[in-house]
């Protein structure tokens, strides 16, 4: 990575620290006491972490880490999302991680979403079993590369609407739309991930007013306080699109205030040496004017029918038989070549894998807290 590439993650990363805490304490004001959610009784009580072997730190949360985990029973690989109810207690945020998991069991049926295949808990901590997409994020790719030639971002763009337009349809709103959050699998096609900032129920005309999401990221109306909708992941996606043709996002600054002041007024800048397509696909998304946006009045029909993506057949898309522009060259289902190594030089404690008594005083206080986080897809053997 260069050097102002990993000043960019270092600055990305405290910016995106500032904005979950920003964002709790406006939810905290919002929201009455959510420790007393009930959520069912448990689907699978016989899953548990001496179930795998972790063998590396993949990536890392708010609320806990990623791990890359070898099945013991059947030598199979997955990303385990292990979350410390502790931290989520104490900010207040099951019903945000219980969104997650709903969001997740939907998310199956779309070849550009991560699949979960199970979850599970224990006294101290939830267990989330995904795939493991081992591409790389877009952004590791990114830093590397500085930017992506159209014909490659068209390609990334094209994936990321069809499971953007996808989870709208669901009436679910993505809300953390960023590079970090896509991946790259095996062959270079999109799995978009980290579902913990979705908000469901938002139809069509329907809004909502949570400060959430990742600074560069933000649409106007977010940083305005105001009511909005769906059209914010078309805004995102503008962002991720102008960062892959040109290297940053289209208002970034070192100074947060002062690019929060460049997202409300600056006018977007589209220096040269790009396709009059691609410019009018970036000025679409990135209308300030959410009413007036890209997918304001159609959604992905507006998106998908754009003149920048006139070489796409979203059918052959959406059933992979598009080769992807570049290929991450993975050398099998354990490889972690490309993950950050910021993640994957991090040593794998040891209590990850334990089944911890059920003694302490946190077991008592959570064991309402989590009830029907597990979860069993059927059409898998897993006990």
Same mark, same amino acid.
């Given at each position: 990575?260069?050097?102002?590439?990993? $000043?960019?993650?270092?600055?990305?990363? @405290?910016?995106?620290?500032?904005?979950?805490?920003?964002?709790?304490?406006? $939810?905290?004001?919002?929201?009455?006491?959510?420790?007393?959610?009930?959520?069912?009784?448990?689907?699978?009580?016989?899953?548990?972490?001496?179930?795998?072997?972790?063998?590396?730190?993949? %990536?890392?949360?708010?609320?806990?880490?990623?791990?890359?985990?070898? &099945?013991?029973?059947?030598?199979?690989?997955?990303?385990?999302?292990?979350?410390?109810?502790?931290?989520?207690?104490?900010?207040?945020?099951?019903?945000?991680?219980?969104?997650?998991?709903?969001?997740?069991?939907?998310?199956?049926?779309?070849?550009?979403?991560? !699949?979960?295949?199970?979850? *599970? $808990?224990?006294?101290?901590?939830?267990?989330?079993?995904?795939?493991?997409?081992? %591409? %790389?994020?877009?952004?590791?790719? @990114?830093?590397? =590369? &500085?930017?992506?030639? =159209?014909?490659?971002?068209?390609?990334?763009?094209?994936?990321?609407?069809?499971?953007?337009?996808?989870?709208?349809?669901?009436?679910?709103?993505?809300?953390?739309?960023?590079?970090?959050?896509?991946?790259?699998?095996?062959?270079?096609?999109?799995?978009?991930?980290?579902?913990?900032?979705?908000?469901? !129920?938002?139809?069509?005309?329907?809004?909502?007013?949570? *400060?959430?999401?990742?600074?560069?990221?933000?649409?106007?109306?977010?940083?305005?306080?105001?009511?909005?909708?769906?059209?914010?992941?078309?805004?995102?996606? %503008?962002?991720?699109?102008?960062?892959?043709?040109?290297?940053?996002?289209?208002?970034?600054?070192?100074?947060?205030? =002062?690019?929060?002041?460049?997202?409300?007024?600056?006018?977007?800048?589209?220096?040269?040496?790009?396709?009059?397509?691609?410019? =009018?696909?970036?000025?679409?998304?990135?209308?300030?004017?959410?009413? &007036?946006?890209?997918?304001?009045?159609?959604?992905?029909?507006?998106?998908?029918? $754009?003149?920048?993506?006139?070489?796409?057949?979203?059918?052959?898309?959406?059933?992979?038989?598009?080769?992807?522009?570049?290929?991450?060259?993975?050398?099998?289902?354990?490889?972690?070549?490309?993950?950050?190594?910021?993640?994957?030089?991090?040593?794998?404690?040891?209590?990850?894998?334990?089944?911890?008594?059920?003694?302490?005083?946190?077991?008592?206080?959570?064991?309402?807290?989590?009830? !029907?986080?597990?979860?069993?897809?059927?059409?898998?053997?897993?006990?």
């Amino acid at each position: 990575m260069t050097k102002m590439g990993l $000043q960019v993650h270092k600055e990305r990363n @405290l910016h995106r620290v500032f904005t979950e805490v920003k964002g709790t304490i406006m $939810q905290r004001l919002r929201s009455s006491s959510s420790s007393d959610v009930n959520l069912g009784p448990s689907d699978n009580p016989h899953a548990r972490p001496t179930d795998f072997d972790f063998l590396a730190v993949i %990536g890392k949360g708010t609320f806990g880490k990623v791990l890359l985990a070898k &099945r013991k029973c059947d030598g199979t690989f997955y990303a385990v999302k292990v979350l410390q109810k502790k931290i989520i207690l104490k900010k207040k945020e099951q019903k945000n991680i219980m969104a997650e998991r709903n969001v997740l069991l939907k998310s199956l049926k779309h070849p550009f979403l991560v !699949g979960l295949h199970y979850s *599970f $808990q224990t006294p101290e901590k939830l267990y989330f079993v995904l795939d493991y997409v081992n %591409g %790389g994020e877009l952004f590791f790719h @990114l830093q590397r =590369e &500085r930017c992506f030639p =159209e014909p490659r971002a068209r390609f990334y763009t094209a994936e990321v609407a069809s499971a953007i337009g996808y989870l709208h349809s669901l009436n679910i709103v993505y809300r953390d739309l960023k590079p970090e959050n896509i991946l790259l699998d095996s062959v270079g096609h999109v799995v978009l991930t980290d579902f913990g900032l979705c908000k469901e !129920g938002i139809e069509p005309e329907s809004t909502t007013s949570t *400060f959430c999401g990742t600074p560069e990221y933000l649409a106007p109306e977010v940083l305005k306080k105001q009511p909005y909708d769906r059209t914010v992941d078309w805004w995102c996606l %503008g962002v991720v699109l102008y960062e892959m043709l040109y290297g940053l996002p289209p208002f970034y600054s070192r100074d947060v205030s =002062e690019m929060y002041d460049s997202i409300l007024h600056k006018p977007l800048s589209l220096p040269g040496g790009k396709s009059p397509a691609a410019c =009018e696909l970036l000025r679409g998304l990135l209308q300030k004017d959410p009413h &007036r946006r890209l997918g304001a009045i159609a959604d992905f029909l507006e998106v998908k029918n $754009q003149p920048f993506f006139s070489s796409i057949n979203w059918d052959d898309l959406y059933h992979k038989r598009i080769t992807p522009p570049y290929n991450p060259n993975v050398k099998g289902p354990a490889d972690t070549q490309n993950i950050d190594p910021e993640f994957t030089r991090e040593v794998v404690s040891s209590s990850v894998g334990c089944t911890p008594e059920l003694t302490s005083s946190l077991a008592a206080s959570s064991s309402n807290a989590f009830m !029907g986080f597990s979860y069993v897809q059927s059409d898998d053997n897993f006990l």
